[in-house]
T-cell receptor, first 115, second 113 residues
Framework: ETGVTQTPRHLVMGMTNKKSLKCEQH?????MYWYKQSAKKPLELMFVYNFKEQTENNSVPSRFSPECPNSSHLFLHLHTLQPEDSALYLCASSQDSSRANEKLFFGSGTQLSVL | DAKTTQPNSMESNEEEPVHLPCNHSTISGTDYIHWYRQLPSQGPEYVIH???SNVNNRMASLAIAEDRKSSTLILHRATLRDAAVYYC??????????????FGKGTHLIIQP
């Protein structure tokens, strides 16, 4: 148990659906991250929020829309996805994303399949 | 960002030490060296990090070369539970914020019983 909880663990959706991934951290951290891990590819950083402000958007298509209502919760809203968006989506948190010497804590991820 | 180079895979025997190498010849003076590992079907897990000096914790040791162009993660006594992909990552502090970690392909560590 890392203190970072992601729901759901598995999600199957059609290309016309709208769904949301949820991440919650119980560590008192101020930074939260979304990563994407496709099969046989390295993890790709998608978004970073620090103290509820988005500090990084790594050229992610607009069909992925993040939301960070407070420091403990992070959402990834999905709409009109493509089959190539099928991947493991990982959430992470840390004390402050501006510090290079800190640790990230990851959730177990949501395995997304787009049909 | 400075790049790291790791072997694609390594194999070791249970209860023996494991030395996982990482080359980072373009490292800058303010880059921290981080190691994470990812067990099957799980998110990555922090292992250790350092800047210039060698570091030890309950999971592993990190040996950093004097010129900082390479480092080695040392697992003192490998168990089957240490089988994972190990990532060596440089996290730069640019002054404007470090933001997220950039992962490479890592080293797939196989432990033989």
């Amino acid at each position: 148990e890392t203190g970072v909880t992601q729901t759901p663990r598995h999600l199957v959706m059609g290309m016309t659906n709208k769904k949301s991934l949820k991440c919650e951290q119980h560590l008192g951290h101020n930074a939260m991250y979304w990563y994407k891990q496709s099969a046989k590819k390295p993890l790709e950083l998608m978004f970073v929020y620090n103290f509820k402000e988005q500090t990084e958007n790594n050229s992610v298509p607009s069909r992925f829309s993040p939301e960070c209502p407070n420091s403990s919760h992070l959402f990834l809203h999905l709409h009109t996805l493509q089959p190539e968006d099928s991947a493991l989506y990982l959430c992470a948190s840390s004390q402050d994303s501006s510090r290079a010497n800190e640790k990230l804590f990851f959730g177990s991820g949501t395995q997304l399949s787009v049909l | 960002d400075a790049k790291t180079t790791q072997p694609n895979s390594m194999e070791s025997n249970e209860e023996e030490p494991v030395h996982l190498p990482c080359n980072h010849s373009t490292i800058s003076g303010t880059d921290y060296i981080h190691w994470y590992r990812q067990l099957p079907s799980q998110g990555p897990e922090y292992v250790i990090h350092g800047l210039t000096s060698n570091v030890n914790n309950r999971m592993a040791s990190l040996a950093i070369a004097e010129d900082r162009k390479s480092s080695t993660l040392i697992l003192h006594r490998a168990t089957l539970r240490d089988a994972a992909v190990y990532y060596c990552i440089l996290r730069p502090y640019s002054g404007g914020g470090a933001d997220g970690l950039t992962f490479g392909k890592g080293t797939h560590l196989i432990i033989q019983p």
